[in-house]
Every structure is written in structure tokens, then in C-alpha cells.
């Protein structure tokens, strides 16, 4: 009912005088149940990304382990310089998230939490709010980018059911951390600069952005619903989360770069406004270099040291070339079936239908040079994908009312009766496949190592040693490299030839384990292993009942076997 009624004013502004539809009991009731539909979803949103923090163990990228987690391990004494990345050496890498999570351990171990996979599950779950902050923040910009209240209930959902936003977002990486420090403290910048623009006596009534919510509730007049927008602090506190962002990650300066230009010559925001932002990105960037310090143990300049090495020297290309087109590839390859390309292809529509919005001039320095770069991966372009949403439902609505006008059409008008169908079954399986995708990555482990490892982790009893043998590769290893994060010092890995060797270890040897990439003991070594077991697997046991055609043999699964002292005990 209150919808009715709400796209029967969807046009309304502030000025209560103006004629309505309904009375102003009606009508505060309808705002309210728009506030409400707003903290409804951001509450799913929510849900989803503590539900991934849960279950999206390990990591996205071998950067976001050996480049954070291991430079922490190493400053509590557990990681061998000699085994840390060439990033250390070349004194590249910030220090500050690092000090962050340091921080995050500390206050675990004051309350007894000494696991190093609960560390990263806290990490993960502190990561993954601060993503789902940054949905908040851009779900209360789309109040104003968008017209209607039908188109901006529409982008409220996308963000809060937008099927990569929590498995992005609870990864600590330096993506993940700076894409989401960004977008809150663009957000932050942009409504400061809207709230205080729309209380100024000079600008028109019919000029001010109908919000969602009423003028005067928590939603519209404070940021997440707690800082107040009128105060001067905001643009302090916005500078400081766009340099938590450079901390993070230094090439988001390119998108630092183009919201500068946008509040110069769009906003034309005033000096003082300009001095605290800068301030506040200032503290940030000093607590950087303080935070170099404590990680290399000297004086660096991380930044300048991080762009000497991957673009002066060239020494990103050494990982990899690709052409300026290859993000388009991997939307296809690497990313979700069917969202993620479109996705790309509306965010570039976004991008050349509103060319003077404040997303387009953040994202185009950043996605240009990063074209131009020879080395390429699809993490580096997460940052445009903390707030690609939004660009999509831009590409798409009319840029004179801000409104999803057209397609309302198309849905309502009796000449698009054969259209109507087309319409909805399209948007009907993108939905359906945007939940699966949600669904699937908030609950499936995102590396398998790190799954087995904590399974391993779990088995170890303190102070007694633990052996496993292996005649494969050493579960603890990643590409190559020993790691150190997650290993047990009880751990003792041993190296066999083959398998076979461990049906002659004598009685006193046991109980052992070994790790072997299948799902069951390989039919060779049944008969000569009776003492043996499956203890773990990174599929579950179930999965036997679906083995057509035997798939399961050929199958890389890690796993984790038991062998006792007792034959078939």
C-alpha cells in the first residue's frame, strides 16, 4: 500500500506545502516504512557477509597471505626473514594494514584466542563489516544519484544481495581493505558536501534531491546513521579513510586523483573544506610511515620504493603481460557465468552516459592506467567493483529524471505485451543466478590449503608431535613457498617415495598421518594399508554417492589420513 502511494508523489521534494495525494499522517507513514525497507536489506547484507566470514577461509590471491599474513607472522617471531617475499627486501609493501591486524591479535590473545585460524576469522569478520559499511554508505548516496524512489529501492537491493560483494569483501587483502576504506570515505565526502549544499537558503527547493527517507530522520541528516553531516569533522574523517585507502593499497591514488578533480571543478568545495580533508589524509599517511617503520625496522618511503620497482624498473611485467582489453576476458573466465560481463559492459555504459559523475571521474584513471599496465590480474580491478553497482543502474535509467522510466514503460504499457515476457525471464535468471552466485561463494572455502590446514590444526594435540607423510607436495607450501601463519610447530612433514614405503614403518612409528591428493586410498595401497583411514577431505563424504563415471579418481582433493597402531582400527 505505502508503494502505491509513494510513486503517486515520487516526485515530491521537501516542501510539505506543495499538494498531496494523502495526508501528512500518511505520509510519515510511508517514510517510515521506506527507512525500514532500507535497514532491511542493508540487515541481509549484513548476514551475508558474517555468514562468508564464517566460511571463506584462506585466500583470494598468494599476495593477500604472504604479503599480510606472513609480514605480521614474521613480526611476531614465526616467519624466517629468508622465506618472506621479494616485496620485504625491496621495503614496498605498507605496513599499515599489517599494524591493524597486529592490533586485532593482541586484543585475541588478551582474551585467551591463541589459533591463528580464529585470528584470521576475526580479521576476516572485522574486513568484511567494514566492506558492508561501505554498502551503507553507498546505499545512502543512492538517494541522491537516483530520482525515484522505485529506482532507488532497486539500487538498495542490488548492493545488499550483489552476488561478489561479501566474498570481496571480507578477504584482508589490500584490495579488499583499500576499495572498501575508499568508497566510505568518497560517500562520506560526496553526502557532507550534498547536506551542506541543501541547507544553504540559495539553492531552490525544486533543486534538492527527494531521499528516501524524510529530511529529518537519523538516515538522511547522519552518516551510517551515527555522524552527523553537518558537522565540519566529516571532511576530516573522509580524508582519513581516503588514506587509510593509499595505505592499503597505493594504486588507489589514480582514484584518489580523480575525486580530487571532481570536488575542484564539480563540487567546488571551499578551502577550509579542502584543508581538513587534506589533514585528515595527512594523519593517515604519517601513521604510515610510522607503521613502515615498526615493520622494516628503518626509515623508508614505501610508496616511492613500491612505484620504482613495478613501473621504473619494470618489474611488474615480469609476472605476466596481457593486452588493454584482458579485464573484458577475465570478466568471462574468472569472474561469475553471465553477471560478470555484463556487469563490465554496463559499468563502461555508466561511464559514457554520465560522464561528470563523481564515480566516473574516481574510476577512469584507475581503470586506464591499469589498461595501459602490461601485468593484469582481475583482483586489481576490485576496487571499481566496490562500487560497480551503482554504474550499472546509471546505464540504464534516463539521464533527465534519474529514473528507470523506460523500463517501467516496457513492463506497464499493453504495446509491450510481447516485450513484457522477454523482460521478465531475463531478469528473472539473472536474479536467480546472482542468488546462486551470493549463496555459493559466502559458503564455500575460497582456498583449499588453508581449509586443510585448519582441519590438520585441529588434529594436533599440543606438545606432542605430529608427522605427516607425504610422496606429493607438502600441504604447508604455497607455490613454491613454506609458510609459517598457520603451522602448528608440532608439525613434522616427512617425504616418502611412494606410498608403499609406509606399510614397512614399524609399529613404533605409529600412529602417523599422510596427505594424498584423492578421495580415497589408491587401490595399490588398500590392501597393504589396512591400518589406514580418511580423517579429513576437502569434500565431504556424502559426495561418494554422486561418483558417476568414478570422477572422484581423478579429482584433486586434499586429504587427510589416519594410520593407528592397530590393523583396521
Known amino acids: 500500500m505505502y508503494l502505491k502511494k509513494a510513486l503517486q508523489c515520487k516526485r515530491r521534494t521537501f516542501d510539505t506545502t506543495e499538494t498531496e495525494t494523502y495526508s501528512l499522517r500518511e ?7 521506506e527507512i525500514r525497507f532500507f535497514w532491511k536489506w542493508m540487515g541481509i547484507s549484513l548476514f551475508f557477509h558474517l555468514l562468508t566470514g564464517i566460511f571463506s577461509v584462506g585466500y583470494q590471491a598468494v599476495d593477500e597471505h604472504f ?7 614474521f613480526k611476531m617471531g614465526k616467519t624466517p626473514l629468508e622465506d618472506l617475499p621479494v616485496e620485504f627486501g625491496e621495503k614496498m609493501r605498507p605496513f599499515l594494514q599489517v599494524w591493524l591486524y597486529g592490533g586485532v591479535i593482541k586484543i585475541a590473545h588478551a582474551f585467551g584466542i591463541t589459533n591463528p585460524h580464529t585470528w584470521a576469522l576475526l580479521i576476516r569478520e572485522l574486513t568484511g563489516i567494514l566492506g558492508w559499511l561501505s554498502i551503507v554508505s553507498l546505499a545512502q548516496s543512492a538517494l541522491l544519484w537516483f530520482g525515484d524512489l522505485q529506482t532507488q529501492k532497486i539500487a538498495i537491493t542490488a548492493l545488499a544481495l550483489c552476488w561478489y560483494f561479501p566474498a570481496m569483501h571480507v578477504r584482508p587483502s589490500s584490495e579488499g581493505l583499500g576499495g572498501s576504506a575508499f568508497v566510505l570515505g568518497i560517500c ?28 529529518t530522520s537519523p538516515l538522511r541528516l547522519n552518516f551510517l546513521g551515527v555522524i552527523p553531516l553537518r558537522s565540519a569533522w566529516c571532511w576530516f574523517l573522509g580524508g582519513a579513510l581516503l588514506g587509510l585507502s593509499f595505505e592499503a593499497r597505493f594504486q588507489m591514488a589514480l582514484m584518489l586523483l580523480g575525486a580530487a578533480l571532481w570536488f575542484i571543478f564539480q563540487a567546488r568545495i571551499q578551502l577550509s573544506q579542502w584543508a581538513l580533508s587534506l589533514f585528515g589524509f595527512g594523519v593517515v599517511f604519517g601513521a604510515g610511515r610510522l607503521a613502515d617503520y615498526w615493520g622494516y625496522g628503518t626509515l623508508c618511503f614505501s610508496p616511492w620504493n613500491y612505484f620504482s620497482y613495478n613501473i621504473l624498473r619494470g618489474e611488474v611485467s615480469r609476472y605476466g603481460r596481457s593486452p588493454w582489453w584482458d579485464i573484458f576476458r577475465m570478466s568471462i573466465t574468472e569472474s561469475w ?3 560478470g560481463i555484463l556487469l563490465a559492459i554496463l559499468v563502461v555504459i555508466g561511464w559514457a552516459r554520465f560522464r561528470r559523475h563523481l564515480l566516473t571521474w574516481c574510476h577512469l ?23 560497480a553497482p551503482i554504474l550499472a543502474i546509471l546505464s540504464l535509467v534516463s539521464p533527465k529524471t ?14 509491450s505485451r510481447f516485450l513484457r515476457p522477454l523482460l521478465l525471464t531475463v531478469l528473472g535468471f539473472l536474479f536467480i543466478n546472482n542468488l546462486v552466485g551470493l549463496v555459493s561463494l559466502s559458503v564455500i572455502p575460497m582456498a583449499r590449503n588453508v581449509y586443510y590446514q585448519e582441519a590438520v590444526s585441529k588434529r594436533v594435540i599440543p606438545g606432542h608431535e605430529f608427522r605427516i607423510y607425504t610422496d606429493d607436495r607438502d600441504p604447508f607450501v604455497i607455490s613454491g613457498s613454506p609458510t609459517y601463519f598457520y603451522r602448528p610447530s608440532e608439525v613434522q612433514v616427512h617425504h616418502v617415495n611412494h606410498l608403499s614405503e609406509l606399510s614397512t614403518l614399524p609399529k613404533e612409528a605409529r600412529p602417523f ?16 594399508l589396512p591400518f589406514c583411514s580418511r580423517s579429513f577431505s576437502t569434500l565431504p563424504d556424502w559426495i561418494k554417492y554422486f561418483n558417476w563415471n568414478n570422477w572422484l579418481s581423478r579429482a584433486n582433493v586434499w586429504s587427510l589420513y589416519y594410520c593407528s597402531n592397530e590393523s583396521g582400527s
Open 27 to 33: 505520509m510519515t507513514n510511508v517514510r517510515n516504512d
Open 67 to 73: 604479503q599480510i599474513l606472513e609480514f605480521l607472522n
Open 188 to 215: 562520506l565526502l560526496f553526502l557532507t558536501y550534498q547536506h551542506q549544499k541543501q541547507s544553504r537558503s540559495d539553492v531552490p527547493m525544486q533543486d534538492r534531491p527527494r531521499p528516501l527517507a524524510p529530511a
Open 337 to 339: 557465468p553471465i553477471l
Open 365 to 387: 584513471p584507475f581503470f586506464l592506467v591499469h589498461c595501459m599496465i602490461a601485468h593484469k590480474e582481475y583482483r586489481f580491478f576490485f576496487p571499481i567493483g566496490n562500487s
Open 402 to 415: 534519474y529514473g528507470l522510466d523506460f523500463w517501467k514503460r516496457v513492463l506497464t504499457e499493453k504495446k
Open 513 to 528: 598421518w599422510f596427505f594424498h591428493g584423492t578421495f580415497e586410498i589408491p587401490s595399490e595401497l588398500q590392501a597393504s
